[in-house]
């Protein structure tokens, strides 16, 4: 079974650009999460997505982050425009309906200057 | 709101030697989940373990145990035989039991260094 798959990997931007990030969760996969965690800190939630709709965004900063997931399969998170505290790795995760269980991409690491 | 503390932001343990990782939790919910998830440098995140808080019994994994003690809202993890590669970040985390996949909340993770 492959696992949830996260593009790029690395990515390097100036304060003000835009950027957006992709995940493609575990096939089948019906919630998809989306972490931020910043350096010495633990993931935190931006968007839960139940199939394609929004189950918990209340953390996501909407001013300047939005997140999708069309036709509740893979997801895309955008930064418009990034800041320097936006420096963080992201990381997408998937979880099968009513599991306990999330699994874990490898992660997006952006670096803002 | 859930709160995970951990407290000890780096650890080291010889080789073969066992090591314990502590954790604290706060919440007002009777019924609910407690993982620890292992992050190795540059490596994705998985599941070491979990714990149910209605099972007074404590979770095993092989090597991995942990000692939960709900009136006190601390959950520990214990490893066992320590190898080279259990050296990682470790994360304690904790999930509402109700409510579809609800979200998981973490500690600030601690380091763990194995030495040879």
């Known amino acids: 079974e492959a696992g949830v798959a996260q593009s790029p990997r690395y990515k390097i931007i100036e304060k003000r650009q835009s950027v957006a990030f992709w995940c493609n969760p575990i096939?089948?996969?019906?919630?998809l999460y989306w972490y931020q965690q910043i350096l010495g800190q633990g993931p935190k939630l931006l968007i839960q997505?139940?199939?394609?709709?929004?189950?918990?965004d209340s953390q996501l900063p909407k001013d300047r982050f939005s997140a999708e997931r069309l036709k509740g399969v893979d997801s895309t998170l955008k930064i418009q425009p990034a800041k320097l505290e936006d420096s963080a790795v992201y990381l997408c995760?998937?979880?099968?309906?009513?599991?306990?269980?999330?699994?874990f991409g490898p992660g997006t690491r952006l670096t803002v200057t | 709101a859930q709160t995970v503390t951990q407290s000890q932001p780096e650890m080291s343990v010889q080789e073969a030697e066992t090591v314990t990782l502590s954790c604290t939790y706060d919440?007002?919910?009777?019924?609910?989940?407690l993982f620890w998830y292992k992050q190795p440098p540059s490596r994705q995140m998985i599941l070491v373990i979990r714990?149910?808080?209605?099972?007074?019994q404590n979770a095993t994994e092989n090597r991995f145990s942990v000692n939960f003690q709900k009136a006190a809202k601390s959950f520990s993890l214990k490893i066992s035989d320590s190898q080279l590669g259990d050296a990682a970040m470790y994360f304690c985390?904790?999930?509402?039991?109700?409510?579809?996949?609800?979200?998981?909340?973490f500690g600030k993770g601690i380091t763990l260094s194995v030495r040879p």
């Open positions: 995760a998937s979880s099968p309906q009513r599991s306990y269980e999330q699994y």
């Open positions: 096939s089948g996969h019906a919630t």
């Open positions: 997505f139940q199939n394609n709709g929004v189950v918990d």
């Open positions: 919440t007002s919910e009777s019924d609910y989940y």
């Open positions: 714990q149910e808080a209605y099972k007074q």
């Open positions: 985390a904790y999930r509402r039991s109700t409510g579809a996949n609800s979200k998981l909340t």
